[in-house]
């Protein structure tokens, strides 16, 4: 049984709702290291998974910051996967789309109701210069 999405009418939604509504990326997770041939050890390994859908959306949220006395935006890429998804922190994600390269820096899971298992909302950091034959 399909779990239904929510309507897509209110275009002025925000927070997880406004910005996850659709799975709108394809994901590999990256895990394990190797050496490369000078020795040094790096944290991207090769490709565990892929094709795996995920919603990924950067979110921003304004706070005030009482010592500058002004406005703050604060910017964050946010990522829902499916609860099967074998994903831990230490990972490394990267969308197929565009091929940026992202580090996990916290998981937690939406709470599901009830019958359907609770999918997993990841907080991600981008990573520049990463490929997958990059140190």
Known sequence: MARVRPSVTNSAATGPDGVLRFQNRSISVIRGGETNPYGDQT???????????AALAETTQTSFDGASQRQQIV?????????WA??????????EATGYTYMI???????GPGYY??????????????TVTSD
Do not use: F, Q, W
């Open 43 to 53: 944290n991207l390994g090769a490709p565990l998974y892929t094709g795996i859908p």
């Open 105 to 111: 820096e916290s998981m937690e899971e939406r709470p």
């Open 75 to 83: 910017r964050a890429i946010t990522c829902e996967v499916p609860h």
């Open 86 to 95: 074998d994903i831990l922190t230490t990972d490394t994600i990267t969308d």
């Open 117 to 130: 298992p609770p999918t997993k909302i990841l907080t991600l950091r981008m990573r520049s210069g990463v």
